[in-house]
């Protein structure tokens, strides 16, 4: 295809397209939590977390109510693992390569907060307590040690339109649940039965 020649491929190109970095970009990023960036993490209910390894790279989305994600000090963070699909694909990546990146998300706010750093894997009785919801532990929980943080302005979502009302999506317009996983496993898993218990099912694992 033609954009093959036409592909930067090299550190001098890539400079050279984008030039020199904006000096408030460069002033926002920092070694720690300050004030303005713990109500942002206090404030999300959702962020998205990256990791790598040699067996390949994940993103993994992790949920709750504003707050789950704990700032234990200025340069560390705590985020319960919940029930899930038990790929664990990110942790597996941590015991390999401890590197992390973190994409906070807040509904309503156009602004993203970006952390980078190193991962290291908790099930400390204690720790792991003080996360419990309706008595319920969490698999574990991960520690975040916080290298670099900083936020992004609103452009992406403002161009995304991620919180207008009038973008939303109709989730019947598209496939569901049940439906993709029949198809991919070709008819023995997911289908209708699977996509009628969803929502029971959803509510019993949550926690």
Same mark, same amino acid.
């Given at each position: 295809?033609? #954009?093959?020649?036409? &592909? ?24 720690? /939590?300050?004030?303005? #960036?713990? %109500?942002?993490?206090?404030? +999300? ?15 993994? $989305?992790?949920? =709750? +109510? $504003?707050?789950?994600?704990?700032? &234990? =000090?200025?340069?560390?963070? +705590? /985020? ?8 664990? !694909?990110? @942790?597996?990546?941590?015991?390999? !390569? $401890?590197?992390?990146?973190?994409? @906070? &998300? /807040? ?17 400390? $009785? ?10 319920? &532990?969490?698999?574990?929980?991960? /520690? ?5 943080? *900083? ?9 995304? %339109? ?31 039965? *699977?996509?009628?218990? +969803?929502?029971?099912?959803? %509510?019993?694992?949550? #926690?």
């Amino acid at each position: 295809m033609a #954009y093959s020649d036409h &592909l930067v491929t090299s550190m001098e190109q890539l400079q050279s397209l984008y030039g020199e970095k904006n000096p408030a970009a460069v002033a926002k990023e920092i070694d720690y /939590i300050n004030g303005s #960036y713990r %109500k942002l993490i206090e404030a +999300a209910p959702f962020v998205a977390i990256a990791t790598g390894a040699p067996e390949g790279l994940d993103c993994s $989305p992790k949920g =709750d +109510a $504003p707050g789950f994600v704990r700032i &234990l =000090d200025e340069r560390t963070l +705590a /985020i319960p693992d919940r029930p899930g699909n038990n790929r664990i !694909d990110g @942790f597996r990546n941590i015991v390999r !390569d $401890p590197r992390i990146a973190l994409l @906070f &998300l /807040i509904p309503g706010v156009g602004e993203t907060l970006r952390v980078n750093g190193r991962a290291s894997i908790s099930i400390d $009785p204690e720790l792991m307590q003080s996360f419990a919801v309706n008595g319920k &532990l969490p698999r574990c929980v991960l /520690i975040v040690h916080v290298e670099r943080i *900083y936020f992004h302005c609103s452009k992406a979502i403002v161009r995304s %339109k991620l919180w207008d009302e009038a973008t939303k999506i109709d989730r019947k317009s598209l496939p569901s649940t049940g439906t993709i996983i029949a198809e991919l496993s070709q008819g023995k898993l997911g289908g209708e039965d *699977y996509d009628r218990a +969803a929502p029971e099912r959803i %509510k019993a694992q949550l #926690y």
